[in-house]
């Protein structure tokens, strides 16, 4: 009989058809919503962060209809809003309480399509419907857009669309490998372990605050079996130089800053008469610039990289464009690496000396983080600070080597890039970490914090932060997402699917 390994790498690559299907019609849901009045059911933002409830209502449906669970009962929404399915086998003669928990999180919101862009840039391609031309794609374009691109000969394997590669490809992985793990049920692919997956809402607006909603709403009373000893993340984790489907054992975390400068309006022909805060807050973003183009007051990590600071978003209160305006308000994204705290970078923006200046001046300057406020499309309020914290778990960790050993079983015998040839899929399993962020932000809690099920789950715990073991491993690109011409080498999509279906039972006997 065929090994569990050769079992499952054979029933994903049977499934990657419908792995298509499904990813190809999660895309492409919004076209329904978009250009329809609200008085018919549209919505101008579906599919983006609190707007995914029509998707949502697809992949629950599929997940049913594919056999992705074991009874309509094992799939169903949260109170936030996050899609959430299980599986185990409850024949393996374990009491639930002695399981190791997998989850499996992918996010189902996407950022906004710019679809006129699409069509205007790549030609063939609609950010929802996908390839509808292949004659009147612009190559050219993509080829320099994207971070990485197949050799012509294989763009037969792309999907394209806006979430192709950010992240419905991993959401519906994790669909395929339940089904397989239910499949394969017999062969132990499910013995000694509980796997709860959750495709999870709003995480483009507020990175991870699916998982913040467990640590607050259901973590502190819950039982072992849903406290989680490993979470898998899918976010992608290609690298267009490197290759595909990395395992990711860490993050920088993020955090927004927000600086609101009041001064005085008065017409624009006598300014003498106001207090600018433009002006005076231009001087604020030019010299925090200058400081970070410096490095000064930022740590560097050999593993996760040194922390970053950029003006990302501005709003100015003015009567008028011939007026000095009233109010000048702006944020930066700061990313935090090792041994940068939220407090630390708050001071330092409140210290530069333009802020001292314009207070001199007679204007007003607050330094704050801003409150997400939004609620989900369940109608939950997080009231969450905007700030999201980094994590790393260690590679020694049992998750980790977990990981390399079921790459080794269901991926490196069917693949044959290298390291470092591109985007490929590689034979060697390749553990890295990501430079943007994912849902993992919002899983570390204080240290002191209780979570009785978590007590021998041997979760990573840091001097001020626990956090459960976390990996990612995902379909797409990294340098693909968020782009104009988005696009997923589907062959990433069916072996990411036999890695997830692998490795609870690797773990489970690490």
Known sequence: MPSLDARIAERAATLLPLGIEILAEAIRIPADFVDRPAEQGGDPLCGLSNHEFPRLDYLRRKILEVGAVRRPEDVGYDAFGNLVWSVEDPSDGLPAEQKKVVYIDGHTDTVRALRTQWREKVGGVDCYEGLVDPAAVNRDFLKKELGWMPPDAEWNHLVFGRGSADQLGGVVAAILATKILLDLEAQGSLRGVIVRSYATVCEEDNDGAGPMFLNREVFPAAPPEIVPDVVILTDGTGCSKRGALGIYRGQRGRMQIEVTVTGKSCHGSMPWEGLNPLEFGGAIVKEAAEKYERREGFRDDAFLGHGTRTASWARLDTPSDCAVPERFTFRFDRRLTLGETPEQALADVESLDAVAAARRAGLQVEVGVPVYRDPSWKGFVLDNPQVYLGWVT????????????????????????????????????????????????????????????????????????????????????????????????????????????????VFAGA
């Open 394 to 505: 260690p590679e020694e960790h049992p998750a980790i080597q977990a990981a390399v050993a079921a790459y080794q079983g269901v991926v490196s015998p069917h693949v044959e890039g290298k390291v470092g040839e591109g985007g490929v899929l590689t034979k060697e399993p390749r553990v890295a970490r990501w430079v943007f962020s994912t849902d993992g932000v919002g899983f570390p809690v204080p240290r002191e914090a209780p979570v009785p099920g978590a007590a021998k789950k041997n979760w990573v715990v840091g001097e001020v932060y626990k956090h459960p073991a976390m990996f990612g491993f995902g379909p797409g690109i990294e340098q693909n997402t968020h782009k104009i011409g988005e696009c997923l080498d589907a062959r990433e999509l069916q072996h990411c699917a036999a890695f997830l279906a692998r490795y609870p039972s």
